[in-house]
């Protein structure tokens, strides 16, 4: 027998935005159940600061501590997170580990949003934003100015709940959308993309080579023998004495946007089982993890070459979780942003958000826009590459847009 859905996912709202919301989900195991439901939670813009987890391999028990915001999507964000558990229909039917876990879930409908707007400061942010309170993700983006000053905006977006194709959804964007642009607003055009559109929309060509080696080098900087270092300091222990069933992971990092995220992805892409786990934010956003973890086939983790590939990527993605430069092209400058892609072609949340919201917060207007994804060294990168409008006395030092975005991104801004 199963449970009711109502019960799968329970989330305890706190009267005071100030103190800790609290979502428990219980329901069947599957690996990397962890990382999606880590996802959209940091989809929904909350930050976890405390977590447990624990499993028997067939049933998982999961509480999430997190701060909220006034405008949070409850009851959005636990159907989300209803829909991201395995049914409940029978939990004797799940396997302790199951390889369709893995596969690629069926791909949701494309659909390009064509948008021409007068041109304005801040206005790819609000356009953005308004797409992630209607729950349309973002796939691709194409941005241009024309000479006379409008932008034509296009959009490959998807409906996570699976409703754009109708009229009524339609509208429902469009109004948004006009609600807020207002008569800077020229037109809005929203159509169904077929799938060999969809796949040329992926743009992956415009990287320079030697730009890609430099932005996506896997090598961690050394630690320095003496004195002090720059680079944020990231501990990561992997002891097999402790438990006599489980590999014991220890990572104590400093904190930032998605943390935990980045940690259940790697595992999740190591096809790594976590039965029991405890995350906690201390003052001064350091942060504790310990994790007890089985590989795919219900052992520890003894391979020397497999604990040495595991805590050196789970290293770099603590240290690096995104990559964030500034380059010139010739009389332009550009911001280039990437992030990788889960095995399950699943990106980052957010990302376009938080970059085009740095810049708004800078006044700095975009000039130009596209994501596109590469394979770099035998891993998928989403890449965001915007060219920045330099007119109207633009006088910011490229290191302080750098900074300003990836703090954005990270969770460091003031």
């Known amino acids: 027998m199963g449970i009711p859905s109502d019960d799968v996912v329970l989330i305890s709202q706190s009267e005071n935005q100030e103190n800790l919301h609290i979502i428990t989900v219980n329901c069947p195991d599957k690996t990397g159940l962890g990382c999606d439901l880590c996802r959209i939670i940091l989809l929904f813009q909350l930050s976890i600061v405390k977590g447990d987890v624990s499993t028997d391999g067939k049933w998982c028990y999961l509480v999430f501590w997190v701060v909220g915001k006034s405008t949070t999507r409850w ?118 993309v077929v799938k060999e559109m969809a796949t040329s929309s992926q743009g992956n060509t415009f990287l ?73 934010t201390k003052q001064g956003r350091k942060c504790e993890v310990d994790l007890f973890i089985v590989q795919a086939d219900g052992k520890k983790v003894v391979d020397p070459n497999k604990q040495t590939s595991l805590c050196s990527r789970l290293r770099m993605e603590l240290t690096h979780p995104l990559r964030v430069t500034m380059v010139s092209q010739g009389p332009d400058t550009e911001l280039l942003v ?32 596209k994501i596109g994804r590469h394979i770099i060294k035998d891993r998928e990168w989403e890449v965001y590459k915007i060219r920045l409008d330099e007119g109207n006395g633009f006088s910011l030092s490229t290191k302080k847009i750098e900074r300003e975005v990836r703090n954005m991104l990270m969770g460091w801004e003031a």
């Open 208 to 280: 320079p080579p030697d730009l890609a080696e430099e932005m996506f080098s896997l090598e961690m900087p050394k630690e320095p023998t003496s004195g002090h270092s720059d680079q944020k300091t990231v501990s990561v222990i992997m002891d097999n004495h402790l438990s006599p069933a489980h590999t014991l992971i220890q990572i104590q990092c400093e904190d930032h946007k998605g943390l935990l995220y980045d940690i259940m992805r790697t595992l999740k892409d190591y096809n790594i089982q976590i039965s029991y786990g405890r995350f906690n």
């Open 75 to 192: 009851s959005s964000l636990k159907n989300r997170l209803v829909n991201a558990c395995p049914t409940c229909s029978s939990a004797s039917e799940i396997y302790y580990y199951k390889a369709e876990s893995f596969k690629k879930p069926k791909p949701s409908e494309v659909f390009l949003l064509k948008l021409c707007c007068n041109n304005r400061s801040g206005l790819l942010h609000d356009v953005t934003k308004v797409l992630c309170e209607l729950e349309l993700v973002i796939k691709r983006v194409k941005i241009s100015t024309t000479p006379d000053g409008s932008v034509m905006d296009l959009f490959f977006i998807t409906d996570t709940r699976e409703l754009l194709h109708t009229k009524s959804r339609q509208e429902e964007a469009h109004s948004h959308l006009k609600t807020v642009l207002g008569d800077v607003m020229i037109s809005c055009d929203i159509e169904l």
């Open 338 to 369: 990437a992030n990788p892609v889960e095995l399950s072609g699943k990106g980052r949340p957010l990302v376009f958000y938080d970059i085009t919201f740095a810049l708004k917060k800078l006044g700095t207007c975009i000039f130009s826009a």
